[in-house]
């Protein structure tokens, strides 16, 4: 069965320090990975998608096909980058259904 | 991206009653997709709707429990009815980013939270 783990809950670093959000799934076919993320009173949004390659905001994340992993990452935090992240699988064919994992909120301390 | 309008943000309903949700787009948009998200879960997909036909359902989710409406190409409604506490979550309305069709990216109505008593 299609799943997307997130195994850490809450995400407690101090400002400055490297960030790393994990993310795990479980696909046969061929995945497309994304990170959402939501902030304070606001709506959930995109972040970022593996097949883009980029980096948004300074968070990076790598597509390991070996690992099943799409782990977000961010070598310096910020304090607004306190919010609540979604890693999402879209299944190939399964036309724009997500697939998303239970998040993990990420508290950046000054 | 697309703006979305949800109604009601945010409602207390009594078991037994229904609650019908409101997702109006600024542009029109093929499918509407819409997600539950109960309280302390991931964001789960309910049900696609088309313009004109029927909605397409996932697993555990029945028409007669969570009937839709997709009246044209900007609208839809999601009723979830004879509430138990169990429906206590937030409801979701989303559509294509119309800055990445075909991508799989979604934009996001604010979500209409749902509590039953």
């Known amino acids: 069965a299609q799943r997307v783990t997130q195994p850490e809950k809450l995400l407690s670093v101090f400002k400055g320090a490297p960030v790393e959000l994990k993310c795990n799934y479980s696909?046969?076919?061929?995945?497309?990975l994304f990170w959402y993320v939501q902030y304070s009173r606001q709506r959930l949004q995109l972040l970022l998608r593996?097949?883009s390659r980029e980096s948004i905001k300074g968070f990076t994340a790598d597509l390991n096909k070996g690992e099943t992993s799409f782990h977000l990452k961010k070598p310096f935090a910020q304090e607004e980058d306190s919010a609540m992240y979604y890693c999402?699988?879209?299944?190939?064919?399964?036309?724009?259904?997500?697939?998303f994992g239970a998040g993990t909120r990420l508290a950046v301390h000054p | 991206s697309a703006v979305i309008s949800q109604k009601p943000s945010r409602d207390i309903c009594q078991r037994g009653t229904s609650l019908t949700i409101q997702c109006q787009v600024d542009?029109?948009?093929?499918?509407m997709f819409w997600y539950r998200q109960q309280p302390g879960q991931s964001l789960t997909l309910i049900a696609t709707?088309?313009?004109?036909?029927?909605?397409?359902?996932e697993s555990g989710f029945v028409i007669d429990k969570f009937p839709i409406s997709r009246p044209n190409l900007t609208f839809s409604t999601l009723t979830v009815s004879n509430l138990s506490p169990e429906d206590s979550s937030i409801y979701l309305c989303?559509?294509?980013?119309?800055?990445?069709?075909?991508?799989?990216?979604?934009?996001f109505g604010a979500g209409s939270r749902l509590t039953v008593l």
């Open positions: 989303s559509v294509e980013d119309r800055a990445a069709p075909g991508a799989n990216v979604l934009t």
């Open positions: 696909y046969s076919g061929s995945p497309e």
């Open positions: 593996h097949i």
């Open positions: 999402a699988l879209s299944l190939s064919g399964g036309y724009n259904k997500l697939i």
């Open positions: 542009s029109q948009v093929t499918m």
């Open positions: 709707a088309n313009q004109g036909s029927e909605a397409t359902y």
